[in-house]
Nanobody
Framework: QVQLVESGGGSVQAGGSLRLSCAGS????????MGWFRQAPGKEREFVAV????????NYVDSVKGRFTISRDNAKNTVYLQMSNLKPEDTAVYYC???????????????WGKGTLVTVSS
């Protein structure tokens, strides 16, 4: 089992920045690719970003490329999502996720955090 706890959400004006953190515990954190999904009101959960277990490979949904950066510190069992130039359409609950085979389909995720709310006002 892996437990994931997100932090760092909040309210920010458009153009602002936030950094989300996800602390993991349980099974060996570095065994998993880690990433973030988000879910806006009335919408399906969508993939945002993923980072490989080594940290050497990252991937992002097109809408956040150039604005969001994912990173991880396996020594601290923590993954981060630095979000810059935030837009109102980034408003959502952001979920930390872990999977041995991480894809952009939420059904393939092995473990989820409970989520943290990000609200971006115009």
């Amino acid at each position: 089992q892996v437990q994931l706890v997100e932090s760092g959400g909040g309210s920010v004006q458009a153009g602002g920045s936030l950094r989300l953190s996800c602390a993991g515990s349980g099974r060996t954190f570095s065994d998993y690719a880690m990433g973030w999904f988000r879910q806006a009101p009335g919408k399906e959960r969508e993939f945002v970003a993923v980072i490989s277990w080594t940290g050497g490979t990252t991937n992002y949904v097109d809408s956040v490329k150039g604005r969001f950066t994912i990173s991880r510190d396996n020594a601290k069992n923590t993954v981060y999502l630095q979000m810059s130039n935030l837009k109102p359409e980034d408003t959502a609950v952001y979920y930390c996720a872990a999977a041995e085979d991480f894809g952009d389909n939420p059904k393939g995720i092995d473990y989820w955090g409970k989520g943290t709310l990000v609200t971006v006002s115009s």
